[in-house]
């Protein structure tokens, strides 16, 4: 499939076919994500597949949103703060895969790169969560556009209680759930939603 025609046909769906999808799909989804881009390329999203009957029905008591639990599967998608502690190795690695080639940052002691990298390490909670989840997001739009590659439906959903979704995962401290996405065969085709104009969208041109 196209990429333009992944992006205009994607939906959030919340109604589910009951058969289950195949398990490479699932697979693919979480590559697709594994992929993302991510700040630094410290890749700090993480993921858990809620399949099982028992799974899902605890995850029925954390949201109020029945379809999410009546999707065949759900990705919890995560993000683990405790990457920022890898900065030095991911740097060093992009720097080996010369991917600052002809740019001020293929070197080791760039000064500008070393205040970033400090400044991120000394971020208050509210901004690093909100640097996580940033990164969390590109990962999920990789997801969601690819499941509409395979014929899937899926929804991000943030409509959940945390704390209940954190200890039915049974995740160390360090690791956030950002999202919930149910993902299965769509049991609906919504027209497309409705969106602002683009005059409404972009403020200028300079
Ligand atoms: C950050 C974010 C949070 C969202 N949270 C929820 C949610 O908790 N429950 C839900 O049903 N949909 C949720 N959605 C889906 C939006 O409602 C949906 O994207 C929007 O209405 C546009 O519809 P469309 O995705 O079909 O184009 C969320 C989407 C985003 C990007």
């Known amino acids: 499939m196209e990429l333009l025609q992944a992006i205009e046909s994607r939906r959030s769906i919340r109604k589910f076919k009951s058969e289950p999808i195949p398990e490479n799909y699932i697979n693919e989804l979480l590559e697709a994500?594994?992929?993302?881009p991510s700040g630094s390329n410290l890749q700090p999203t993480r993921y858990v597949v809620i399949k099982s009957e028992e799974a899902r029905a605890?995850?029925?008591?954390?949201?109020?949103?029945?379809?999410?639990?009546?999707?065949?599967?759900?990705?919890a998608v995560c993000t683990d703060a405790g990457?920022?502690?890898t900065t030095e190795i991911r740097s060093r690695e992009l720097m080996e895969?010369?991917?600052?080639?002809?740019?001020p940052l293929n070197n080791t002691k760039n000064e500008d790169a070393d205040a970033y990298n400090k400044r991120r390490k000394s971020m208050d909670e509210a901004t690093l969560r909100a640097y996580l989840n940033l990164n969390a997001a590109i990962a999920i739009d990789h997801i969601t556009l690819r499941a509409v590659?395979?014929?899937l439906g899926s929804c991000?959903?943030?409509m959940f209680d945390k704390e209940k979704v954190k200890s039915l995962l049974n995740l160390d401290e360090r690791y956030d759930v950002v999202a919930?996405?149910?993902v299965g065969y769509p049991d609906q085709a919504p027209k497309q939603r409705p969106r602002l104009s683009m005059e409404d969208v972009l403020l200028k041109e300079i």
């Open 149 to 151: 590659d395979l014929g």
């Open 180 to 182: 919930l996405i149910p």
């Open 97 to 103: 895969a010369n991917a600052f080639a002809d740019t």
């Open 33 to 36: 994500g594994r992929i993302a």
């Open 58 to 75: 605890k995850l029925k008591e954390c949201t109020p949103l029945p379809f999410v639990s009546q999707a065949p599967a759900v990705i």
């Open 83 to 85: 990457v920022v502690a």
């Open 156 to 158: 991000w959903v943030m």
